[in-house]
């Protein structure tokens, strides 16, 4: 038999009855070995793996194999996380864990919905947003998880390598709203370059986002430092178009065409820039100032994180190519298919803008992005599939409404919903 070696950790953990035991245990235990399950004695593996306690019955020979059979070419080592992703890890009734903590885990998920902000009752959507300024508007859906969902937790001492986002005090896995804003953005860029009206929907993609990354802050420092007597509606100088081309390709993920791109080389950075923003633009520009949009400014819009009540593994096995069998398993530690949570986005006009275009244009954009992100996924691994949703009701409130067209219309008005 290979040699083996356990490095432990104060007490030996000798029953595993719930998850928390389970954890105990692989947090205090890392066996090494190149043995296979099918190759120890049944009596030897219940001495190794506590777990199997209340599995196995070592004088049943038969039962033993069916329970065992899925196992038999796992190696010791990979053996306890696959039987937590097939025994612990589980959301019907045969779960392992007792009612009493599913019960506790089901109050700390309400409570950090609460203190989040987060409407789980459809009909009091509108409590948030009814005292914020005239077109403050809500959007609210309850969606399911199409495929796995994955974000990179930072917890450097953890049971396997890839853990799920958390939050940070009662452990319970989440989207930022961080994640939310950057994934909605990301999904605006692709509506940029599919629009004929490239410029109404970058004033939303400012008003919505804000204008706060490295290439808006190089480009406001370049004009504050220059002189308004040199202007520039023919600039040569090579620091401005570099940073005119970063802002056009990495801030509003513009495809610039072999044109466009020739104006830039040649100083013509007015003609480009103002054909993306609005006609007043090339005023301020002319005058070596920047128009609004291009101002460091914060966005109208809160982006509230989502909490999951659910949690699983999934498995990545890359192969050699050339003995086409898997090299060593990778675990994910994930929110499994088919949990729900709940987006949530609140919009406020600070700067109390009354302009009923801007707000249509900005709610219609905003539901655009989210119905386009639901197929791309949010996190990680989004090119396996991983983050897609579908969203099961969708609702929107808007203060002092006044005739704002919804393009969408499976996005429906709580108020005439609750009628």
Request: aromatic share 12%; net charge neutral.
């Amino acid at each position: 038999m290979a040699k083996c070696e356990f490095i432990a950790q104060e007490e030996k953990v000798s029953e595993v009855k719930n998850i928390y035991d389970y954890i105990s245990y692989c947090k205090q235990y890392k066996l090494f070995s190149e043995n296979k399950i099918k190759s120890e004695k049944i009596e030897d593996l219940v001495s190794k793996f506590p777990f199997l306690k209340e599995k196995i019955d070592i004088k049943n020979i038969k039962k033993n194999e069916d329970i065992l059979k899925n196992y038999k070419n796992d190696k010791l080592e990979n053996f306890p996380l696959n039987w937590l992703k097939d025994n612990y890890y589980k959301t019907d009734k045969t779960t392992n864990i007792s009612d009493k903590t599913i019960s506790i885990q089901e109050n700390y998920i309400a409570f950090i919905k609460k203190i989040s902000g987060i409407i789980e009752n459809k009909d009091k959507i509108s409590e948030i947003v009814k005292d914020l300024p005239t077109y403050s508007f809500i959007l609210w859906s309850e969606f399911e998880l199409n495929n796995s969902y994955f974000s990179r937790d930072d917890d450097n001492f953890y049971l396997i390598q890839n853990p799920v986002l958390k939050e940070q005090i009662f452990k319970i896995p989440m989207i930022r709203g961080s994640s939310w804003k950057g994934s909605l953005a990301s999904a605006f860029k692709d509506i940029i370059n599919d629009e004929k009206e490239k410029t109404k929907v970058i004033d939303s993609y400012f008003r919505i986002f804000g204008a706060g990354s490295e290439s808006i802050q190089n480009l406001e420092n370049y004009f504050k430092n220059k002189s308004e007597k040199e202007g520039l509606t023919n600039l040569k100088d090579k620091g401005i178009k570099e940073k005119i081309v970063e802002l056009l390709l990495f801030e509003l993920g513009l495809t610039l065409n072999k044109e466009e791109i020739n104006k830039i080389k040649s100083g013509e950075i007015v003609d480009v820039l103002t054909e993306w923003l609005t006609s007043k633009s090339k005023d301020y520009i002319v005058k070596s100032k920047l128009p609004f949009e291009l101002r460091t400014h914060k966005g109208r819009v809160v982006f509230y994180p989502t909490f999951f009540d659910k949690i699983s593994l999934e498995v990545i096995n890359p192969h050699d190519r050339s003995k086409r069998t898997g090299k060593a398993p990778i675990f994910y530690e994930v929110v499994p298919t088919g949990s729900r949570g709940i987006l949530q986005i609140v919009y406020i006009p600070f700067d109390l803008s009354t302009n009923k275009d801007e707000i249509e244009s900005d709610i219609n954009y905003l539901i655009s992005a989210i119905e386009i992100l639901s197929e791309k996924g949010i996190g990680a691994k989004t090119k396996l599939g991983w983050g897609s949703y579908k969203l099961m009701h969708r609702y929107y409130y808007i203060t002092n409404q006044n005739g704002i067209d919804i393009q969408n219309k499976e996005w429906k008005d709580v108020n005439d919903e609750s009628k």
